[in-house]
């Protein structure tokens, strides 16, 4: 080995600690695109959750993310009972109820997150006039699903009809507690105990 070449060998070798802490304390163009601030402004977490399991998944997804975050919610209020809520579905079955509130200026979202429950096999209705008020083209749909036992049945089916121009990946399924079967629990242990 020449002593010119061994020279520069030592500087390499002697430069690579600070190497490392620059490689650490920057990141890379690749690590750059991922950055959660960039993200901020184009991605929008969705979710509708009237008994609170599937608001849990979008508030994980939403502070991972750093996203923005929108709670799907009916103009007139779903009742507080479970039992009367199913009535009330089955009522709205066919119909797209009003929502309370839309998200202004969906444009500026690229990749959105919408999580619901399973409703009669389904997508809950007020969650098939989000789909049909904003515009999904050219985004990123990306579902989390969740459910009382019986699986997504026509959702996803569902979901594309509504979203045709949107990409859509893999949902996340989960099947959560149902509120039925807590309430069940519960309206049988109260009738045991003395009052
Ligand atoms: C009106 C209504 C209908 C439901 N229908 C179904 C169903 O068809 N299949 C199923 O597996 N679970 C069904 N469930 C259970 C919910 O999908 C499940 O508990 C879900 O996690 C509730 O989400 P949330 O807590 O975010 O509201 C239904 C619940 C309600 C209130």
Same mark, same amino acid.
């Given at each position: 080995?020449?002593? &010119?070449?061994?020279?520069?060998?030592?500087?390499?070798?002697?430069?690579?600690?600070?190497?490392?802490?620059?490689?650490?304390?920057?990141?890379? #163009?690749?690590?750059?695109?991922?950055?959660? #601030?960039?993200?901020?402004?184009?991605?929008?977490?969705? +979710?509708?959750?009237?008994?609170?399991?599937?608001?849990?998944?979008?508030?994980?997804?939403?502070?991972?993310?750093?996203?923005?975050?929108?709670?799907?919610?009916?103009?007139?209020? +779903?009742?507080?009972?479970?039992?009367? $809520?199913?009535?009330?579905?089955?009522?709205? /079955?066919?119909?797209?109820?009003?929502?309370?509130?839309?998200?202004? =200026?969906?444009?500026?979202?690229?990749?959105?997150?919408?999580?619901?429950?399973?409703?009669? $096999?389904?997508?809950?209705?007020?969650?098939?006039?989000?789909?049909?008020?904003? =515009?999904?083209?050219?985004? !990123?749909?990306?579902?989390?699903?969740?459910?009382?036992? +019986?699986?997504?049945?026509?959702?996803?089916?569902?979901?594309? /009809?509504?979203?045709?121009?949107? /990409? /859509?990946?893999?949902?996340?399924?989960?099947?959560?507690? &149902?509120?039925?079967? $807590? !309430?069940?629990?519960?309206?049988?242990?109260?009738?045991?105990? #003395?009052?």
């Amino acid at each position: 080995m020449s002593p &010119q070449h061994d020279r520069t060998r030592r500087a390499l070798l002697s430069a690579l600690p600070s190497l490392t802490v620059v490689k650490m304390a920057f990141p890379t #163009s690749a690590s750059a695109n991922t950055d959660n #601030s960039l993200k901020t402004e184009r991605t929008l977490v969705v +979710y509708l959750s009237p008994s609170g399991n599937t608001r849990v998944i979008a508030g994980v997804i939403h502070r991972s993310l750093h996203s923005d975050l929108f709670e799907i919610e009916p103009a007139i209020p +779903y009742p507080d009972d479970y039992f009367q $809520t199913v009535e009330q579905t089955k009522i709205d /079955r066919d119909l797209r109820p009003p929502l309370k509130s839309s998200v202004s =200026n969906i444009e500026r979202y690229q990749t959105i997150y919408l999580g619901f429950p399973v409703w009669g $096999t389904t997508l809950p209705p007020v969650v098939q006039t989000f789909l049909t008020t904003h =515009n999904q083209a050219d985004k !990123t749909l990306i579902p989390f699903i969740t459910h009382g036992g +019986y699986g997504v049945g026509n959702s996803e089916a569902l979901l594309a /009809r509504l979203a045709p121009h949107a /990409r /859509r990946e893999q949902p996340l399924v989960i099947e959560c507690d &149902q509120e039925r079967r $807590t !309430t069940e629990i519960v309206t049988r242990w109260l009738s045991t105990v #003395s009052r």
